[in-house]
């Protein structure tokens, strides 16, 4: 997927990358690079992480090699784009979203979308624009949550009002094709019920499956992240974290107003093909930095750190997100 015109992009996968859509990175100065090849068509360098200035190359080729011995060995690939402003990282979310909605539409003949609560929605925003709001195959769309509040759906903390108000209702994706929470049932209730919903989707092929997990497998799943390094609702410290069995699980106590959710388990989330993680503001760069920067003798694991897709996950960041790194 492209970056932007003005991001840096960090690829983790069996050769450390990190390539320059510009030259003008205020964060890893060109002039220490050892350039490996250049694109003409996107203007891309690629380069080795040797090159990068000493204090970003402590801190990036440490992590770099870890994360790289770790996808290589399983064969997982992880990105990390920044992005100078938030404009442009939802530009760059739209593109790789109808991108992967064209490719999973043209190879399944549909594409199973998850969606967060929280600020994600308002960077989907460019897809509400040309040209991907005629380009992208709206009808083939299915569209899940990741986490939902257990409040009414016309109420101000439903993360389906949230979607439908500033996304959903603007792109014409069959209503069929959405699946909200039953809203009358009690938290455990609404978890169980979407299970079964997504089982029988399994059954009849809408959702993939991963042999090799055992899960549900969705084409695109879309995260936040809390200043806490929260995703979903799975919260630091608590229990549901580790949850193994379950696909979906409700909390009741969430340190997140409001209290009573229901989440996606791991073992759901990383059984996707895709993860894009978008997470931006200074109030979430020691979270960013913890999951991506130098590893640290810090042992409490944050909830971010266990997303590890068996596909590809791709950090959307800004700079202020990004400015620990
Ligand atoms: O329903 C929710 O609360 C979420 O799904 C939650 O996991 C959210 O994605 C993060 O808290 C980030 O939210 P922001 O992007 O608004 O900070």
Redesign the pocket.
Known sequence: MAASSSSISLLFSNTPRISFPTQDSPFLPLHNATFLKSSPKTGSLSLRLEGVSSINKKKLSCKAVSSTEMAAAEGKKKKVDVFDSKDELAVNLAKYTADLSDKFTKERGAFTVV??????ID?LRKLLEPPYLDSVDWSKWRVF?????VVPKDHEDS?YK?AYDGFLSKVPIPPGNVYAINDALSAEGAADDYETCLRQLVKSGVIDFSEASGFPKFDLML?????DG?????FPGHPLVNEKEKWVTFIKN?P?PPPE?I?FTFPVINSSAYIAL????A??ADAVHKALGTPSDDSNTLPVELVSPAGELTWFLDKNAASKL
């Open positions: 969606l967060s609560g929280g600020s994600l960077y949550w990741v986490d939902e509040r993360n949230l995260l936040g992240m809390g200043p929260h995703v979903a609702s799975l969430s997140k959710r989440t978008v997470v931006t503001g109030g979430k």
